[in-house]
């Protein structure tokens, strides 16, 4: 890399760290813990610069799975982190059983025994009294699971689309996938000389100040 290839790198660095501790500034109301089915959370979590309070942090659950999670998610927290036996490069797991059951990728641990002691760990720190639910129009969201979202008793909840659906006041539509049969990922960084997540494009710092 050249010396203003690095230049440029740097003043982009030192942008990216402006940014963000202008939105720490704008947090008013941390506290909060919230349960998602992807990285989002803790990548919010970790530009805020705040401590993780929620398990769903490095892993992923499928859409429908968080709908029934979040459905009860006091009763899925008091149940036995179970491994499955499966043909991924990551630990995976369950909770529940039957058709209660609920599958959790740990997409970001080595084993299954380190990402059980972090479930364990982060799951005891949850705020009841702050809790807020992020989804993704991804990892098998249909609409009928847009649906059963939009209609879950959470006040704090918010799905991100990649199109517009104004009969559910839960969405947040994100523009840039429009042409795609779902949502990107938004905790990438978008091209561009500013380093940007295409999550920034939704103001959740506003969001988090006005919880219920």
Known sequence: MDLMSRLKEELKRREHRAYLDRKR?????????????????????????LEFLSPTVNLTISMPDLVKMAGD????????????????????????????????NFLHY???????????????????????????????????????FDRLPWPNKLVFTHVPYPEFSSACYVKGFEDQPELGTLTNFKPGFLRRRY????????????LR
């Open 199 to 210: 999550l920034d494009a939704f103001d959740y710092v506003s969001f988090l100040n006005h």
């Open 73 to 104: 998610l006091r009763w899925y927290m008091d149940q036995p982190l179970v491994e499955l036996d499966l043909d991924e490069p990551w630990p995976a797991a369950r909770l529940g059983e039957g058709d209660s059951a609920v599958q959790i």
């Open 25 to 49: 500034a704008r947090l008013k109301c941390p506290g909060f813990s919230i349960i998602c089915s992807n990285c989002i959370g803790g990548v919010m979590y970790h530009d805020l610069g």
């Open 110 to 148: 080595d084993t299954f025994q380190d990402a059980l002691e972090k479930w364990e760990e982060r799951k005891r720190k949850i705020n009841y009294d702050r809790l807020v639910l992020m989804g993704m129009d991804r990892n098998c969201c249909d609409y009928e699971t847009l649906r059963r």
